[in-house]
């Protein structure tokens, strides 16, 4: 195998063809620990082909789903740290150290953080026919008939799970949790009306809010979002720093060179800023992308640890 050296692979980015590369990686896998469809294996599989001409080499989409994430990602913890394994995540990550017993790793040791690719708020959204119009709607709805307001998630010891929670404890109400083993079961409740309200990635909602069969109530970001510039962020509703994020990042085994990192890192972002790739992402998921470095991933990681531990551990919430 070529041997790397920080200098060669930062020579070679700006000089050398593609083919230069072929011999020095392997065969590479990009694991995706959820069903194929999801936001996740999206993103992956919108990367592969750019991802594979630019690093001279074959990379697969191996979707490893079960257990929120775990299975497939205990299977790239425990890879060897040769470059050919490599970790897709969404947000679940980082709660399921707390909703999960016995995970097989060690989610901060077992896994170095590569690329922080993006965020996106979570949506409340509503069957058009209920009278939740505004965020406020729902909070008095259920200070008038506590245990009667219902939301869908797409599953226990989810973030959007765990948002809910600590949502309804700041708004001193509670609500009655339906989990769902996915999006898809939780979007087709919501728009049959059998929930009363559904939290859900904005890749989930938007195209249902645009087509007219569920009403945005409320956004979790920072802002609002182009494509739902009509519906409030929860604090603009009278919850002042309140925010959760959808969001994607990519981890490597524990000792992964930090050439291999640093080069696979700066190929796999180059790709998510292709055109056509980009503009999905941004447009059509409404994806802030960060693209930013393994440290400020590992950071935010730590962060969403921490932030979710506590909510996790203050209402005992655990997974399926």
Known sequence: MQAFTRRSLVLGAMAAPVSAYAQAWPTIRLVVPYPPAGSTDVMARLVQPELQRRLGTTVIVENRPGASG???????AKSPPDGSSWLFVFDNHAA??????NLPFDTERDLDPVLFIGTAPYVLATNPTKPFKMLADVIAAARAKPDTVSYGSVGSGSVGHLAMALLSKQAGVRLVHVPYRGGGPAMNDAIAGHVDLLIGSTAL??????AGT???V???????????????TVSESGFPNFEAYAWWGVFAPAGTPAEMITRFAAELAASLREPRIATQLTEGQQVTMALSSSQ???SFLAGQMKTWGAVAREFDIKGE
């Open 296 to 298: 400020e991933l590992r």
């Open 218 to 232: 409320a956004q979790t970001g920072r802002a609002r979002t182009a494509a739902l510039g009509m519906v409030p």
């Open 96 to 101: 399921n150290p707390f909703v999960l017993n």
């Open 205 to 210: 909602a938007i195209p249902q809010i645009q």
């Open 214 to 216: 569920i009403r945005g």
């Open 70 to 76: 775990s299975i497939g990602t205990a299977s790239v």
